[in-house]
């Protein structure tokens, strides 16, 4: 089994920023790439950000492009999210995820683990 634990969410002010981070344990070896999802009432998961560090190649949502950076620390074995110039409309429950797929991983229906979530709220 892996479990993956989410933190660092929390409340900010539209254009400021938010560091999350997720630390995976158990059979990590398992999975080849890691990304985050973001969830808002009423809506669909949807995807974030992603990190295959195998060849370290990293996809980005168009929502996010220029303002979100993904990362990943391997000796704490440790994947951030770090987001910038935050809007009201980043507002949602952010989810960590994990695949063993070797293909870009861009969707939910790839994710094999899932994080418990952190909520990030912007307010206007």
């Known amino acids: 089994q892996v479990q993956l634990v989410e933190s660092g969410g929390g409340l900010v002010q539209a254009g400021g920023s938010l560091r999350l981070s997720c630390v995976g344990s158990?059979?990590?070896?398992?999975?080849?790439?890691m990304g985050w999802f973001r969830q808002a009432p009423g809506k669909e998961r949807e995807f974030v950000a992603s990190?295959?560090?195998?060849?370290?190649?990293?996809f980005y949502a168009d929502s996010v492009k220029g303002r979100f950076t993904i990362s990943r620390d391997n000796a704490k074995g440790t994947l951030y999210l770090q987001m910038n110039s935050l809007k009201p409309e980043d507002t949602a429950v952010y989810f960590c995820?994990?695949?063993?797929?070797?293909?870009?991983?861009?969707?939910?229906?790839?994710?094999?683990?899932w994080g418990q979530g952190t909520q990030v709220t912007v307010s206007s």
């Open positions: 158990g059979r990590t070896w398992n999975y080849r790439a």
């Open positions: 995820a994990a695949t063993r797929s070797t293909i870009a991983f861009t969707a939910a229906t790839m994710v094999d683990y």
């Open positions: 990190f295959r560090w195998s060849v370290g190649s990293t």
